[in-house]
């Protein structure tokens, strides 16, 4: 049969909106860029796939002839953007060509038939647990930041990896991320249906995943989640997410951690840290940001220069009486995750001219921070 619906403008909008990000911008897979429309019970579903990443929405609508049918999903969203209707009649007609009518008029948009898109993943109910919402999110959001992009380092830093981790009895879930400069790591307390997380040494949702998990959990208090041998899961009342993971593996991070001397440490107000950060970065040269950054009786010294700007050159004062030491940073790291701390005092741990700062704050006890010093 020929699809017929009558769905609200703004329903309609929300979830091409959502789904904008994962349809295929290149390839030799027409269908990829294309929006999947079928029915259900008084349920209009939108679902897209690039391969790696698969999302469906579902949406409230008066069906008025079941069936299905793929149409170009920005062309939809454009069209849908621009209406000024508060609903949308999708109609389809002859040879997969569908009209879709406002109140001021009918645009017809060539289709393509739905027995080529590809199939939705299938995954065990069994599987999910429930989270809180707010938890994924702060995983993410504390590590996204510090994974590589594509071609700028090894492919599986361009993941995060997912880890079960123990402590006094209590599970926590963790997400690691490292570019190859620095290092992010965030756990979060879980209950016990952890154990049905498929989590090995090697559980890496890829990048674009994870921002799309980020987008999922807007809005929503509660969801389910599932990690599974190939796949990662995402569910809520009305969408599913579902993310194919990633193949390799993710760098021994544990000997970094380690080696950190938490008896060396200076305490610092958050926000001023990152305003001087930021003020020298204005003046850092290149694309590194290079910050020199001095520690020295009682005081921080952050430097930086241009050989076409100038120079700038700042004072913070600490408690501090060990040895002078001066190292080099990137300055958009650490602000980058001084932004996503909840503190307003944090601890800069430095052992040495060479050695990597960790930070840490009371107030994210399980937030950890690892920048490696750059060349001066």
Request: net charge negative.
């Amino acid at each position: 049969m020929s699809i017929v619906v009558n769905i609200a403008r703004d329903d309609l909008l929300q979830g091409l909106a959502s789904l904008q990000n994962i349809t295929a911008k290149k390839g030799t897979i027409a269908i990829l860029a294309n929006v999947l429309i079928s029915t259900g019970n008084d349920v209009v579903e939108l679902t897209c796939t690039d391969l790696e990443i698969c999302l469906r929405c579902r949406l409230p609508a008066e069906v008025l002839s079941p069936g299905s049918i793929t149409l170009p999903c920005k062309k939809l969203f454009e069209i849908v953007r621009e209406a000024g209707s508060d609903h949308i009649h999708i109609e389809e007609k002859e040879k997969s060509w569908v009209q879709v009518s406002v109140e001021t008029g009918d645009y017809n948009i060539a289709g393509m038939e739905s027995d080529e898109f590809p199939n939705f993943p299938e995954y065990d109910a069994e599987n999910l647990i429930k989270v809180q919402s707010a938890d994924i999110k702060e995983l993410i959001e504390k590590t996204i930041f510090s994974m590589a992009n594509e071609g700028e380092s090894q492919f599986t830093l361009t993941g995060v990896l997912v880890e079960r981790k123990e402590r006094d009895n209590v599970n926590f879930l963790r997400f690691v991320s490292s570019d190859g400069h620095r290092l992010s790591l965030m756990q979060v307390p879980m209950s016990e249906d952890i154990d049905k997380l498929h989590l090995t040494n090697t559980t890496l949702i890829p990048k674009k995943g994870v921002q799309e998990m980020r987008k999922f959990c807007e809005g929503v208090d509660e969801l389910l989640f599932a990690i599974e041998e190939k796949q990662a899961i995402l569910k809520s009342d009305s969408d599913i997410l579902i993310i194919r993971l990633m193949n390799g593996d993710f760098p021994d991070y544990n000997p970094l951690v380690d080696v950190i001397n938490h008896e060396k440490y200076v305490e610092i107000a958050k926000e001023p840290l990152i305003h001087a950060f930021r003020r020298m970065n204005l003046f850092a040269e290149d694309k590194f940001n290079i910050v020199q950054f001095s520690l020295q009786n009682n005081k921080i010294v952050l430097s930086s220069q241009s050989m076409d700007i100038g120079n700038a050159r700042e004072e913070i004062e600490v408690e501090y009486s060990g040895d002078d030491m001066k190292l080099g940073f990137n300055g958009k790291y650490f602000i980058e995750t001084l932004s996503v701390m909840k503190s307003d005092r944090v601890r800069l741990y430095i052992s040495s001219n060479e050695s990597p700062c960790m930070i840490l704050s009371e107030n994210d006890p399980e937030f950890i921070s690892i920048i490696m010093p750059m060349h001066l």
